[in-house]
């Protein structure tokens, strides 16, 4: 099984799955910058040497920020850490996933509104900052999740939303001011949930076989918002098509 993320939930994943966990992230067993598109495309050919089929692809890795920044590759850095590298890493690995494989994306599964904003400047190079900048990545996670079920019903994808947990987020967020930085990880502190907790999810989506979906802590279902499913999904499967092909097979 692939997990992206080597600490705070996917750590936590990866834990929980033991030996069966293959790791992607700057401490993973694969090593890769998954906020480069041409350091994922690497990480999934060095995944694919390493293991013939997969069972299932866990994607926790993830940042937050209130500010926009660009990669070497001109690319907004939280759009890809959060949303692009996924879909980039899902496109090329799903021919390895076996028949009725999983695909869990750990995101906030319908819990923000589209701010995505024009899907040719999704790089935001007209300028952006605030909550869009980490929120309209998290509903990109939504959409895709949909548009993926919908276009491979051979895979089972999921959405999870696992609440406030207890990692470094927020004292590593960029784009904060270092007060808010360590108010909000103060908080989250107090009144998140232990990263193994927040595990349970995820991994019981990836090795039980429950029904896809969008599910909160606990294995709790979530409904799907109608603004996902009538939501701009095909556009943004389009734009990212767009984006990721000099890293496309």
């Not at 899902?90 to 996933?97: C, D, I």
């Not at 609440?163 to 998140?192: E, H, N, W, Y």
């Amino acid at each position: 099984m692939l997990v992206t993320g080597s600490s705070g939930i996917g750590g936590a994943v990866a834990a929980a799955l033991g030996e069966r966990a293959l790791t992607v992230g700057r401490g993973g067993m694969v090593r890769a910058d998954l906020s480069l598109l041409s350091e994922t495309a690497r990480a999934t050919d060095e995944v694919a040497a390493r293991q013939p089929s997969l069972s299932a692809i866990v994607c926790c890795a993830g940042v937050f920020t209130l500010r926009a920044e660009h990669t070497a590759e001109g690319l907004e850095r939280a759009f890809v850490l959060n949303y692009l590298s996924r879909y980039l890493l899902v496109r090329r690995l799903l021919p390895l996933l076996r028949p009725g494989g999983r695909v869990v994306l750990v995101a906030s599964a319908g819990r923000y509104r589209d701010t995505l904003g024009p899907m040719d400047d999704l790089n935001l190079r007209r300028g952006g900052r605030g909550l869009r900048i980490a929120g309209r990545t998290q509903f990109a996670c939504d959409l895709f999740a949909v548009e993926l079920a919908e276009r491979s019903p051979e895979a089972a994808v999921s959405c999870v939303f696992p609440g406030p947990v207890r990692t470094r987020v927020f004292r590593d967020a960029t784009g904060v001011p270092a007060l808010v930085r360590l108010l909000l990880d103060a908080v989250q502190r107090r009144v998140g949930t232990d990263p193994a907790r927040a595990a349970g999810t995820p991994v019981a989506l990836a090795v039980d076989g429950r029904e896809p979906g969008f599910y909160g802590l606990g294995c709790v279902r979530l409904p799907v918002p109608e603004r996902v499913v009538a939501g701009r999904r095909r556009e943004l499967w389009d734009a990212s098509e767009n984006l990721v092909r000099n890293w496309l097979r």
